[in-house]
T-cell receptor
């Protein structure tokens, strides 16, 4: 069985500071990795995903995540956050042996002025 | 274009009643997914449709839960004899399903179910 762990349930950070949201997964087979974001009062939407190839993937709004197979991690980073990045971020894993997207518990990013 | 829509947006019901939740996927999306988002449980997979068939029903929490999809489009999630622990936001998502493992899933706004 696969599982996804997001170690931090809340991350408060000041505007323009860097941030890292941690995600670790457990799976014995190859995986596809996703970060979804849920802005206040909006539905979940895809932020970025890793399928194959380069282990560093980027979103259009400055976030990036790096797939680290040896550490089974897919941490999300942004060098300088904006107030508008305040949202809940979910890491998710789809493995080749399963039929479902397994989500982590979510991390609430709170950007303060 | 139109995204995934769900109705009702909010549903309050009494314990023991049946409820039906509806999902309209994005036109042309053949895969449809139901999830449940509740406090303390995060996002939980319930069921997945490829066309009108559901290859994986393993996520349904009990036999009080059922889902169907007709015409490869609209899906309904039915909860019979609702219990207070069924209170949650029920999310629907759809994808093109060219490869359902790697497709981006597009989520609806959810239905907030409250069982009194």
């Amino acid at each position: 069985a696969q599982s996804v762990t997001q170690l931090d349930s809340q991350v408060p950070v000041f505007e323009e500071a860097p941030v890292e949201l941690r995600c670790n997964y457990s799976s014995s087979v190859s995986v596809y990795l996703f970060w979804y974001v849920q802005y206040p009062n909006q539905g979940l939407q895809l932020l970025l995903k890793y399928l194959s190839g380069s282990t560093l993937v980027k979103s259009i709004n400055g976030f990036e995540a790096e797939f680290n197979k040896s550490q089974t991690s897919f941490h999300l980073r942004k060098p300088s956050v904006h107030i508008s990045d305040t949202a809940e971020y979910f890491c998710a894993v789809f493995n080749n042996a399963g039929n479902m997207l397994t989500f982590g518990g979510g991390t609430r990013l709170m950007v303060k002025p | 274009g139109a995204g995934v829509s769900q109705s009702p947006s909010n549903k309050v019901t009494e314990k023991g009643k049946d409820v039906e939740l509806r999902c309209d996927p994005i036109s042309g999306h053949t895969a449809l997914y139901w999830y449940r988002q509740s406090l303390g449980q995060g996002l939980e997979f319930l069921i997945y449709f490829q066309g009108n068939s559901a290859p994986d029903k393993s996520g349904l929490p009990s036999d009080r839960f059922s889902a169907e999809r007709t015409g490869g489009s609209v899906s309904t999630l039915t909860i019979q004899r609702t219990q207070q622990e069924d209170s949650a936001v029920y999310l629907c998502a759809s994808s093109l399903a060219t490869n359902y493992r790697t497709d981006t899933q597009y989520f609806g706004p959810g239905t907030r179910l409250t069982v009194l």
